[in-house]
Antibody
Framework: QVQLVQSGAEVKKPGASVKISCKASGYSFTTYYMHWVRQAPGQGLEWMGIINPIGGATTYAQKFQGRVTMTSDTSTSTVYMELNSLRSDDTAVYYC????????WGQGTLVTVSS | DIVLAQSPGTLSLSPGERATLSCRASLTVASNYVAWYQQKPGQVPRLLIYGASSRATGIPDRFSGSGSGTDFTLTISRLEPEDFAVYFCQQYGSSRWTFGQGTKVEVK
């Protein structure tokens, strides 16, 4: 069965960086693009970007351009999302989601940014 | 980027009633690439509808999607207790995907 398993919760200080992993299993990793979506507490869903697991080509939402980096490791079927210069309003649950439309989601990773 | 506006923000209905949720795009969505997701508290979003009107695997037929261009609708024909949740639309017809802000369907 398809599974996307994300790394655990993180607590970071403002200005720091966070890198979250998403390990895929149960399907051919290189077949589908992967997306990252975040959700601030009590808020809606926000699309962050997409990565092609073959070659690593990315497209980011304009809001995150220059601050986010998405990478892929085909040897471990894992994608990563790194967000830099963290602010308090980056506190959110971060999800990886397979393909478009998003048929499978990771369990989410809570990132808390607090001094 | 295409902005999606969902209405109403909250829909208060009773079980058995019909729910009609709207999603309006700021620009035409190419190929009617609109999806709808359901999210319950503490849970991951679940794909309900894609391509504006196709039900995802395992989704009951009381859920239906319609619309084209800039106006899209999710209809729940008869609300079941498990349908009370937040619903998000998403467009994936442009180079950058976007979500609507969500509609909460609550028990009246």
């Amino acid at each position: 069965q398809v599974q996307l398993v994300q790394s655990g919760a993180e607590v970071k200080k403002p200005g720091a960086s966070v890198k979250i992993s998403c390990k895929a299993s149960g399907y051919s990793f290189t077949t589908y693009y992967m997306h990252w979506v975040r959700q601030a507490p009590g808020q809606g869903l926000e699309w962050m970007g997409i990565i092609n697991p073959i070659g690593g080509a990315t497209t980011y939402a304009q809001k995150f351009q220059g601050r986010v980096t998405m990478t892929s490791d085909t040897s471990t079927s894992t994608v990563y999302m790194e967000l830099n210069s963290l602010r308090s309003d980056d506190t959110a649950v971060y999800y990886c989601a397979r393909r478009s439309p998003h048929d499978y989601w990771g369990q989410g990773t809570l990132v808390t940014v607090s001094s | 980027d295409i902005v999606l506006a969902q209405s109403p923000g909250t829909l208060s209905l009773s079980p058995g009633e019909r729910a009609t949720l709207s999603c309006r795009a700021s620009l035409t969505v190419a190929s009617n690439y609109v999806a709808w997701y359901q999210q319950k508290p503490g849970q991951v979003p679940r794909l309900l509808i894609y391509g504006a009107s196709s039900r995802a695997t395992g989704i009951p037929d009381r859920f239906s999607g319609s619309g084209s261009g800039t106006d899209f609708t999710l209809t729940i024909s008869r609300l079941e207790p498990e349908d009370f949740a937040v619903y998000f639309c998403q467009q994936y017809g442009s180079s950058r995907w976007t979500f609507g802000q969500g509609t909460k369907v609550e028990v009246k």
